[in-house]
Nanobody, 117 residues
Framework: QVQLVESGGGLVQSGGSLRLSCAAS????????MGWFRQAPGKERELVAI???????KYADSVQGRFTISRDYAKNTWYLQMNSLKPEDTAVYYC???????????WGQGTQVTVSS
């Protein structure tokens, strides 16, 4: 049973930093996709940063150079370090995990990130 639990959201001023965590259970790092998406009010959910199934990283153009995804195999946890935050980064952030073999997606409950100007 895959479970994803996010933490670390909150309110921060423009230019500030936050780190999100996604604690996972029932997963395998190898060969699967994991990362972060976000959804702002009135907008579709969009990719922020992921580890691909071959272990490379991919970022949205809008966060490249400001956000960093990382993971801790021992803790079954991945992170999103967000620096130089902007008001347009305000959204609910979701951690995501995909089992490639079954094309099945899992989502965390979401954590709100609000960046004030």
């Amino acid at each position: 049973q895959v479970q994803l639990v996010e933490s670390g959201g909150g309110l921060v001023q423009s230019g500030g930093s936050l780190r999100l965590s996604c604690a996972a259970s029932g997963i395998m790092f190898s060969g699967n996709v994991m990362g972060w998406f976000r959804q702002a009010p009135g907008k579709e959910r969009e990719l922020v940063a992921i580890y691909t199934n071959v272990g490379t990283t991919k970022y949205a153009d809008s966060v490249q150079g400001r956000f960093t995804i990382s993971r801790d195999y021992a803790k079954n946890t991945w992170y999103l370090q967000m620096n130089s935050l902007k008001p347009e980064d305000t959204a609910v952030y979701y951690c995501h995990y995909r089992i490639i073999l079954y094309s099945r997606d899992y989502w965390g409950q979401g954590t709100q990130v609000t960046v004030s100007s």
